[in-house]
């Protein structure tokens, strides 16, 4: 669901008072949402709009392609002719191709974030993929519910032949890597914790 802010929080968000807000309700300025009480709401999209941060044009189309590894690059132009093709016999306008190196499971790619922060911003129409990992490996989902809500149309080539099997084998290994890691963590504190509950134990026989 879309965040939402009630009056009093919209109006320390846009610097302006109350009344102003209810005021620019009335007269068609800044319209205010209404809850089924009749309490007025602001929506995130009209604080982006008031700070006109938001795009009015249409948006643009935009292209996502990634691979894991710079050894993948082959596998990165393959996705890339194919996305072309898909997108010619759709017929689609391209505004621009995007290609990245980085792994699904790594939320912090640079051209990941900053596509995210274009569709936030209501600039972004349509965006094409090959596969749905190649945006991200888990969570899915929820992206594609973050590009509904601001009015991307999230289109999937959906080929299985563009979602290389070698790094669902690389990603699935760096998840067993970091939860082995923990898991040796915790053992090294069992006699330290061992020892702390012994501690607080009463004597037997209290």
């Given at each position: 669901?879309?965040?939402?802010?009630?009056?009093?929080?919209?109006?320390?968000?846009?610097?302006?008072?109350?009344?102003?807000?209810?005021?620019?309700?009335?007269?068609?300025?800044?319209?205010?949402?209404?809850?089924?009480?009749?309490?007025?709401?602001?929506?995130?999209?009209?604080?982006?709009?008031?700070?006109?941060?938001?795009?009015?044009?249409?948006?643009?189309?935009?292209?996502?392609?990634?691979?894991?590894?710079?050894?993948?690059?082959?596998?990165l132009q393959?996705?890339?002719?194919a996305?072309?093709?898909?997108?010619?016999?759709?017929?689609?306008?391209?505004?621009?191709?995007?290609?990245?190196?980085?792994?699904?499971?790594?939320?912090?790619?640079?051209?990941?974030?900053?596509?995210?922060?274009?569709i936030?911003?209501?600039?972004?129409?349509?965006?094409?993929?090959?596969?749905?990992?190649?945006?991200?490996?888990?969570?899915?989902?929820?992206?594609?519910?973050?590009?509904?809500?601001?009015g991307?149309?999230?289109?999937?080539v959906?080929?299985?032949?563009?979602?290389?099997?070698?790094?669902?084998?690389?990603?699935?290994?760096?998840?067993?890597?970091v939860?082995s890691?923990?898991?040796?963590?915790?053992?090294?504190?069992?006699?330290?914790?061992?020892?702390?509950?012994?501690?607080?134990?009463?004597?037997?026989?209290?």
């Amino acid at each position: 669901m879309e965040n939402t802010y009630s009056i009093g929080q919209f109006a320390r968000l846009t610097g302006r008072g109350v009344k102003t807000l209810q005021k620019w309700d009335r007269a068609g300025i800044l319209k205010a949402h209404r809850t089924p009480t009749g309490r007025r709401y602001y929506t995130h999209d009209q604080y982006l709009e008031y700070r006109g941060l938001k795009a009015t044009r249409a948006g643009a189309t935009i292209v996502y392609a990634r691979v894991s590894s710079q050894g993948q690059k082959p596998d990165l132009q393959n996705q890339v002719a194919a996305l072309k093709d898909f997108c010619q016999r759709q017929g689609f306008t391209v505004d621009e191709w995007v290609e990245e190196v980085g792994s699904g499971l790594n939320y912090q790619r640079k051209q990941f974030n900053r596509l995210m922060e274009e569709i936030e911003l209501g600039r972004v129409q349509r965006l094409i993929i090959a596969h749905q990992d190649r945006l991200v490996r888990f969570g899915f989902e929820w992206f594609a519910a973050f590009c509904e809500r601001h009015g991307t149309d999230l289109v999937i080539v959906n080929g299985d032949t563009l979602s290389p099997e070698q790094e669902l084998v690389q990603d699935l290994l760096s998840i067993v890597h970091v939860f082995s890691a923990r898991l040796s963590g915790l053992r090294s504190y069992q006699k330290v914790i061992r020892d702390a509950a012994l501690q607080k134990s009463p004597p037997r026989g209290e």
